[in-house]
Nanobody, 125 residues
Framework: QVQLVESGGGLVQAGGSLRLSCAASGRTANIYPMGWFRQAPGKERELIAAINTSGRSTYYSESVRGRFTISRDNAKNTVYLQLNSLKPEDTAVYYC??????????????????WGQGTQVTVSS
């Protein structure tokens, strides 16, 4: 089993920045491809960023590309999501997730096996 705990959410003004962290614990937690999702009220959960096990390959959705950056520190079993140039439409609960695929990047939510509880990000206009 892998346990994931997100932190770093909060209230920020439009144009501001936040850094989210996802601390993983459990068996071989540092070898899984990881992803960040978000879910806004009344909307479906969407994948916004993903990273492979080495950290050399990343994926971003169109809605966040150029503003958000995903990274990981395997020595610390932690994945990060840097959120810059935040907009009110970025308001959502942000979740990290881990996939048990052995390589590559997982870009579908059904491919993720472990999920965190989420952290709220609220962007005021």
């Amino acid at each position: 089993q892998v346990q994931l705990v997100e932190s770093g959410g909060g209230l920020v003004q439009a144009g501001g920045s936040l850094r989210l962290s996802c601390a993983a614990s459990g068996r071989t937690a540092n070898i899984y491809p990881m992803g960040w999702f978000r879910q806004a009220p009344g909307k479906e959960r969407e994948l916004i960023a993903a990273i492979n096990t080495s950290g050399r390959s990343t994926y971003y959705s169109e809605s966040v590309r150029g503003r958000f950056t995903i990274s990981r520190d395997n020595a610390k079993n932690t994945v990060y999501l840097q959120l810059n140039s935040l907009k009110p439409e970025d308001t959502a609960v942000y979740y990290c997730a881990a996939s048990k695929i052995v390589s590559g990047i997982m870009t579908t939510s059904s491919g993720y096996d472990y999920w965190g509880q989420g952290t709220q990000v609220t962007v005021s206009s």
